[in-house]
């Protein structure tokens, strides 16, 4: 079915719907493959088209509604129409080539050697730095243990891999860093659900943020991907912590990000005002309850104030005191400057 068709079974109310929406990072992966951001007021979703010369293949997005055009699905191929995107009418021609027992270039690797293909790829790495990179995290994960020195290292060089020189960034390269990393990260995440009642764990964790977070700066760029990036690691590290089997070992890994929070307010602050803010979120109710009685006492005795703090997270220990009723307790934290 073509974009047009589709578009046209929307209703009045739908399309209507449509114009609060925004469609930004549109990005064509592949041939006829396309990915998209869409913001709907303060949520956002994924949405992935598929199109050939005949139309429109394949969709899904994130959002849940099922067995129709979701309105961000809609927002996107009016995007693509207007942008007047064409598919080239040979990638049709692909799909049935793909669709044989073994593919053209599997049947050319089964016939080559391996010093052959190690050439191959090697002049391959020297033109297509990405490339290199993915292989080089895919392929070395005999480590056992994982330090912090390691970690920032593999980082720096897939920023340099994808990103070179620039100082300005596509959506489409940061989503590559991302993608790259997210290999990088699998073994270093199993180590530190294994170590999480071990310094190095937190340790880590704090380095892949904080690493993130100076290259983040170091570029321009219009992405959210970053920020979503933040969000999603921060949420995966307090749910593992949320879940340690040690009652004892969770309240001493509070205890620390408390104190890093209230009292050291070392420069990566933010990242363990974030992960207090996801710690506390992904709770069940008897560890929020524990987590409050822990911020009402480190709250009491910071010297530090609103002003201190980003204004989301002065919202979220405003919202922890006024639930757990321990507001007026400390207000001096929260008092406007004279």
């Not at 995107?85 to 599997?106: D, E, H, I, N, Y």
């Not at 190095?200 to 977070?213: S, V």
């Given at each position: ?156 060089q897939t920023f340099k891999a994808v990103a070179g020189k620039r100082k300005t960034l596509e959506g489409v390269k940061i989503k590559k860093i991302l993608d790259t990393l997210e290999i990088a990260f699998e073994p270093v995440n199993d180590f530190i659900t294994v170590n ?143």
């Amino acid at each position: 079915m073509t974009i047009q068709e589709l578009l046209q079974r929307l209703t009045t109310q739908e399309k209507a719907r449509m114009k609060t929406v925004e469609v930004r990072e549109l990005d064509e992966e592949e041939s006829g493959c396309f990915v998209a951001f869409v913001d709907e007021g303060e949520a956002t979703y994924d949405v992935h088209l598929q199109l050939d010369e005949l139309g429109v293949q394949q969709m899904t997005c994130d959002c849940g509604e099922e067995g129709r055009l979701c309105i961000h699905q809609g927002a996107v191929l009016q995007h693509i129409a207007q942008k007047g995107v064409k598919v080239a009418p040979t990638q049709l021609a692909k799909k049935g080539r793909a669709k044989g027992k073994v593919s053209a270039s599997g049947a050319l690797l089964e016939g080559q050697t391996k010093e052959t293909l190690v050439q191959w790829l090697a002049e391959i790495f020297k033109k297509n730095k990405t490339l290199e990179q993915q292989f080089i995290v895919t392929f070395s994960q005999e480590k056992t243990d994982y330090t912090t020195t390691y970690v920032a290292d593999i980082m720096e060089q897939t920023f340099k891999a994808v990103a070179g020189k620039r100082k300005t960034l596509e959506g489409v390269k940061i989503k590559k860093i991302l993608d790259t990393l997210e290999i990088a990260f699998e073994p270093v995440n199993d180590f530190i659900t294994v170590n999480l009642d071990k310094p190095i764990a937190y340790a880590l964790f704090a380095t892949i943020m904080n690493t993130m977070k100076a290259f983040d700066k170091r570029i321009s760029h219009h992405s959210k991907k970053f920020e979503d990036f933040y969000q999603q690691y921060s949420t995966w590290f307090a749910l593992s912590l949320n879940n340690m089997q040690s009652e004892k070992q969770w309240q001493t890994q509070v205890k620390q990000i408390l104190n890093q929070v209230f009292i050291q307010h070392s420069g990566q602050w933010t990242t363990d005002a974030l992960l207090l803010k996801q710690l506390y979120d992904s709770a069940p109710a008897q560890q929020q309850k524990a987590v409050s009685q822990a911020m009402h006492q480190s709250m009491r005795h910071t010297s530090y104030t609103r002003y201190d703090f980003k204004m989301d997270f002065v919202s979220f220990f405003r919202d922890v005191a006024l639930t757990h009723d321990f507001y007026e307790e400390v207000y001096p934290f929260f008092k406007l400057r004279d």
